[in-house]
Each structure stands twice: as C-alpha cells, then as structure tokens.
C-alpha cells in the first residue's frame, strides 16, 4: 500500500451572500495588503462588482478576487485614478489568498478567471500594489504576470504609497 498524496481540487465560483463573513474575515487578516472593509463594503461589492469570485481548495474556502469595470460609483482613489486615465479596463480591487492555501496557483486561477470575464474590446487589466508599506511577494507575482506601473499615488496622509499597474491584454 501507497501513501499517495490526496488530490488537489480547486473550484472556482461567483460569490454568495454566505461566503461574505469568510471574505471580510480573509480580508482584515490581510490588511495591509488589502484596505480594510466592513460588511457593508463587502455587501455593496456583491451588489455592484463586474467579478466577485471564491476560490475553494478541497472544499475549503481559500481565497477571493473582486474585479470592477469602470462606470461604478465606488469611491477608491486607486479605481477613480485608473478611470481618469483609461476608458475601459478592468480593475483588481483586492485579492486574498488563505495562508493555506499559498503556492497552489489560486492567485493566477483567479486572475485568468477575471480576464476571461472580460469582453474581448477590454485592452487593460488594472490594479495597484503596495510599495509603502512595501508588499514584495505580490510586485513580483504581478510583474511576473505581466503588469508594469504606470503612475503611483500617495495615500492616507503619507503612511501609504502604491504602484498603480496596468497589463495590456492580447487581441
């Protein structure tokens, strides 16, 4: 008799209404990479963002992605940057991924799920990345991914800073 490692199942679907105590849970344990939100916030991305998708892995809620298009009243300074300089696009909000569930490529799963739910005349893809306080692990995994910054902002009095990036989409 083996020992053979349990097979690996990654789902991904659009999120409900119940998954939205483990997103905001996800969510504040990432702070800073992420803003923080209440129930509210994240009640009002279900209600209105183009994409809000969980990841699961065996079952097990793992990780989230909310996407935006532009056209929404969200008050973001990053998502109002991009829609002074862009007239389409989608924009990444925010990402969290559970601790347990690194390294097993659900960042990328969701990313390729949000462009795919773009329509084609969407040239850009969008998102912003720490750098004070810096936020290393996820510059390298988005310039590895193909984005490049194209502008910065300064946040919160000073104590923040981030690259505003964008990725060219293929035709």
Known sequence: M???EPRSI???RRAEDTDLEAVLQLNEISVPAVNSVDLEQMR???ANAAYFSVATHNEQFAGFLIGMRPGTSYASPNYRWFCEKYDDFGYIDRIAIAAS???LGLATRLYRDFEASLPPC????TCEVNV????ESSM???EDYGFRTVGTQILDDGRKEVAL???ERSA
């Open 2 to 4: 083996t020992n053979a």
């Open 10 to 12: 990654i789902t991904l």
């Open 44 to 46: 009002w991305f279900a």
């Open 101 to 103: 569930a690194r390294r």
């Open 122 to 125: 969407v040239g850009v893809l």
């Open 132 to 135: 004070v306080p810096p936020n």
């Open 140 to 142: 390298r995994f988005h």
């Open 165 to 167: 990036m964008a990725r």
